[in-house]
């Protein structure tokens, strides 16, 4: 099975560099590698020519904005039977691209995985890193899951897809995802979209990446309330495109969230849950503002995903 891994990066270029290390120590032969570069400074490009003296990466800098839309470009002209996703400031173990060819080709029916977000040793009082644990050991998950709701499905930082589930659901929702007003959510989105196009998606521990994103304490509240404008305007989407189930999704995610706020206040701890279910509800009235195509349950307009308006390189080594 082909592969083609693709990182994304705005404006962290010792982050890529760290990154890319470990990408080209992973990539089994003839895998391309493609780097999009949202960075306003030539820093993150300086990086990837140093690093193409001796590899082969197909490097395109653009001037669009937001994690889910240098996704979408990464994909483009990629002919390989799996995507692999990595962010910009994680490392990938030596074995992750290998791991992740070796799970598809045992799951036949998923389309979409989420792999094992770790964090390195990190002062808990001074920060957060996000993470994900998707267990120990494999897990093929069916549309059934969406009886509860889509909350927590895995992280986009360790994602990898099947190229003709990508094509079948058009790629990811440009409106949801960091960069956007809608700042979380795009990847739970690809996989609600995605069961109910009949792929399975998955949780595999087995591909790994240390996840470096330390995020200061003070910085953390804005983080998730951003997650759950991100999940509002998911649930918004949908329900808007007729899915009555995404009505449950969003009263379900409001009464857990005004559940715990209450049964903190009354134990005396800080409630940390209206703050969120107030996110929640605004990312759901943000959603009515933003125009959707029911027919695919995108967010309109979607933008055209061919042009590199800054440039496009092919560096090899040269």
Same mark, same amino acid.
């Given at each position: ?6 990182v ?6 010792d @982050? ?8 080209l120590?992973?990539?089994?032969? $003839?895998?391309?590698v493609?780097?999009v ?14 690093l ?15 994690a889910?839309?240098a996704?979408? @470009?990464?994909?483009?002209?990629v ?12 490392e990938?173990?030596?074995?992750w691209?290998?791991?992740?060819a %070796? ?7 998923? $389309?979409?995985?989420?792999g ?7 002062d808990?009082? %001074?920060?957060i890193? +996000?993470?994900?644990?998707?267990g ?6 069916? +549309? ?9 499905? #895995?992280? =986009? ?9 990508? @094509?079948a659901a ?6 949801? #995802?960091a ?9 739970? @989105?690809? %996989? ?6 009949h ?6 521990p087995?591909p790994?990446?240390?996840?470096? #994103? ?9 983080l998730?309330r951003?997650?759950?404008? #991100? %999940? ?8 808007r ?10 009263? &379900?995610?409001?009464?857990?969230l ?7 206040a009354?134990? $005396?701890?800080?409630?940390t ?7 929640l509800?605004? $990312?759901?009235?943000?959603?009515? &503002?933003q ?5 695919? &349950?995108?967010?309109?307009p ?7 308006p800054?440039? =496009?390189?092919?560096?090899s080594?040269?």
């Amino acid at each position: 099975m082909s592969q083609a891994i693709i990182v994304c990066t705005r404006d962290r270029p010792d @982050d890529l560099r760290r990154c890319l290390a470990s990408v080209l120590a992973t990539r089994l032969p $003839g895998t391309p590698v493609v780097v999009v570069d949202q960075s306003r400074a030539d820093d993150t490009e300086e990086i990837v020519r140093a690093l193409s003296i001796h590899e082969n990466i197909d490097y395109r800098r653009t001037n669009r904005t937001g994690a889910a839309t240098a996704r979408n @470009d990464g994909a483009v002209g990629v002919d390989e039977d799996l995507l692999l996703f990595v962010d910009d400031d994680c490392e990938v173990d030596p074995d992750w691209a290998a791991a992740w060819a %070796a799970f598809f080709e045992c799951n036949p029916s998923v $389309g979409l995985g989420f792999g094992r977000v770790d964090a390195p040793p990190f002062d808990a009082a %001074a920060g957060i890193i +996000p993470t994900f644990e998707p267990g120990p050991a494999d897990r093929v998950l069916g +549309p059934e899951i969406l009886r509860r709701g889509p909350i927590d499905l #895995g992280m =986009s930082a360790n994602m990898a897809v099947r190229r003709t589930a990508w @094509d079948a659901a058009s790629g990811l929702d440009e409106h949801l #995802g960091a960069g956007t007003a809608f700042p979380a959510a795009e990847e739970t @989105d690809l %996989a609600v979209r995605l069961l109910d196009l009949h792929f399975d998606i998955a949780h595999a521990p087995g591909p790994r990446v240390l996840h470096h #994103g330390f995020r200061r304490a003070e910085a953390a509240p804005k983080l998730f309330r951003g997650y759950w404008v #991100g %999940a509002g305007a998911m649930y918004g989407k949908h329900i808007r495109s007729g899915d009555r189930r995404a009505i449950g999704w969003a009263v &379900r995610g409001l009464w857990t969230l005004s559940t715990e706020t209450v049964r903190k206040a009354l134990t $005396g701890v800080r409630p940390t849950g209206f703050n969120a279910a107030r996110s929640l509800v605004k $990312g759901l009235v943000m959603s009515t &503002r933003q125009p959707v195509d029911r027919t695919v &349950r995108m967010y309109l307009p979607r933008r055209e995903l061919t042009s590199y308006p800054v440039s =496009s390189a092919q560096y090899s080594g040269e």
